[in-house]
């Protein structure tokens, strides 16, 4: 690796950079300041701040503010990150500087220093290309790394709501497959009336379609733009009609329906929206921990538990005990979920730690909200593969346990009321009989009533 340098100057003094980087000296200083978790910016992040820089010098250009040379070179260098170069050139650790600044100078002096190469000029050079007169202009770090987060999120929903949907429909035909299988339905964990096991999932797939649902509506939200607000949502620094003019190439480069800020002053001080994104992702981990749950209970056993369904087998549960298997998909679904929980915890405190005209917290809110989308797409992916799909049912085990259950004590009150079968209940419990049973023995039905009574297929619909 070379050793050579470069002297940088910034308005705190000179610093030798690497010689061969594109980043610059308050990128350095950024690093040297903030060694926290050792990791780099998220690639859609990456991604999401080349697009605005370009973006922005297209915007710059056509309204006369930025030379053509040096705006068709920053477009350049921006194609260039955007797809993948030089990433390894932007080294600013997620725990940084409030608002994002930091990572803006970073992407700021990479894009200056690639374009200047481009004009055939040196690194280092700004006389060329300026991080700040050129790259920066029209902008703030306030506008840009608000915009950065929003597009990062819409990237990255785009696969998740994909994941979440094939979920969704594992769930619906599974619940077409089990349709007819006759079961005990259970609340507070005890007896309760008959159902079908198709029901059963059929309820998980509605609450993951709403769940979707939610996300589609919050999408709308993240397409609000304050570019162009500048430091305070006044806008200045930047010409009025750059505000339309940069959203709308930032349209055009993403393909995203974005739409200039309603109210500049309200999208620059408020971090609500990334709230909102990670409350909806809180809530579809909280539905799946539920579901999840319910999954290990329905499998469990596989001769001492409910035993009603089986999981598939994805590997030895025990160093013990030979032939134990766990059901280690869910396990691992409800570890991801308790995390989205609390990296919902994290933005909603830095939600609420804006102040006055900004919210400096920003680059926690970005590090949570990626690392939940891309955690809980990764667990869906593997909940539906891995365990939803090769689910598999024992229908002996469930009409069992749902011929035993003393919920079917419900389908006497017509016949007996409320009274009676509640001792046809406690009869049945006392004696470790059925609620059938119990029901012939006292003769209580005549035999078309019994028919009618115990036909648990009619009592899983409404009359």
């Known amino acids: 690796m070379s050793t050579k340098t470069r002297i940088e100057k910034d308005a705190l003094g000179a610093r030798e950079v690497p010689a061969e980087a594109y980043y610059g000296i308050q990128t350095l200083r950024a690093r040297e300041n903030f060694p926290i978790s050792g990791l780099h910016p998220h690639p859609e992040l990456i991604r999401a701040s080349a697009l605005i820089k370009l973006a922005a010098a297209q915007a710059n250009q056509s309204l006369g503010k930025l030379d053509s040379r040096i705006a068709h070179a920053i477009t350049q260098a921006a194609r260039e ?6 990433r390894d050139h932007f080294i600013v650790d997620p725990f940084q500087a409030g608002a ?57 929903l785009e696969p998740f709501l994909k994941s979440l949907r094939a979920l969704e429909v594992a769930l619906q035909d599974k619940a077409r497959e089990f349709d007819g299988i006759l079961k005990t339905g259970r609340t507070h ?5 008959p159902m079908r096991l198709g029901q059963e999932f059929g309820g998980y797939a509605a609450a993951l379609a709403r769940a979707a649902a939610r996300l589609e509506a919050t999408k709308l939200n993240l397409g609000e733009m304050n570019l162009g607000a500048t430091a305070a949502g006044t806008g200045v620094g930047s010409p009025a009609a750059y505000r339309q003019a940069v959203v709308a ?9 974005l739409r200039p800020a309603s109210n500049y002053f309200e999208v620059t001080q408020s971090a609500a929206a990334f709230a909102e ?44 005990m030979p032939g134990k298997v766990n059901p280690s998909i869910p396990e691992a679904l409800n570890m991801i979920a308790f995390q989205v929980v609390g990296n919902d915890q994290a933005v909603a405190l830095a939600t ?3 102040q006055m005209e900004l919210n400096v917290m920003t680059p926690v809110i970005a590090f949570n909200l990626t690392f939940s989308l891309d955690i809980l797409r990764a667990g869906l992916d593997t909940f539906t593969t891995r365990c939803v ?11 069992e346990l749902a011929e035993a259950s003393l919920g079917l004590a ?24 059925t609620v059938r049973e119990v029901v012939l023995e006292q003769k209580l039905l005549t035999p078309e009533q019994m028919a009618q009574a115990f036909d648990l297929r009619r009592l899983t619909e409404p009359e």
């Open 389 to 399: 799909r090769g689910i598999t049912v024992n229908p002996e085990r469930c009409r």
């Open 81 to 86: 990150v955007s797809a993948g170069q030089w």
């Open 410 to 433: 419900t389908a006497l009150s017509p016949y007996l009321g409320y009274e009676r079968a509640a001792a046809v209940a406690q009869e049945a419990q006392r004696r470790r009989l």
């Open 249 to 257: 190439r930032l349209q055009e480069l993403t393909g995203y329906q």
């Open 100 to 156: 994002g600044t930091s990572h803006n100078m970073n992407t700021n002096e990479v894009l200056a220093n690639r374009a200047a190469e481009l004009l055939g000029g040196q690194k280092g050079d700004y006389r060329i290309v300026h991080p700040n007169d050129h790259v920066n202009l029209s902008q703030s770090s306030n506008d840009f790394f608000p915009t950065v987060i929003r597009l990062t999120c819409l990237a990255l």
């Open 189 to 193: 964990l005890e007896d309760a009336v």
């Open 352 to 354: 609420q730690a804006g």
């Open 277 to 320: 994104l990670s409350g909806d992702l809180k809530l579809l981990a909280l539905e799946l921990i539920r579901i999840a749950n319910d999954l290990r209970l329905l499998s469990s056993g596989p001769r001492t538990g409910l035993g009603e369904i089986n999981l598939p087998a994805v590997q030895p549960g025990s160093s013990i």
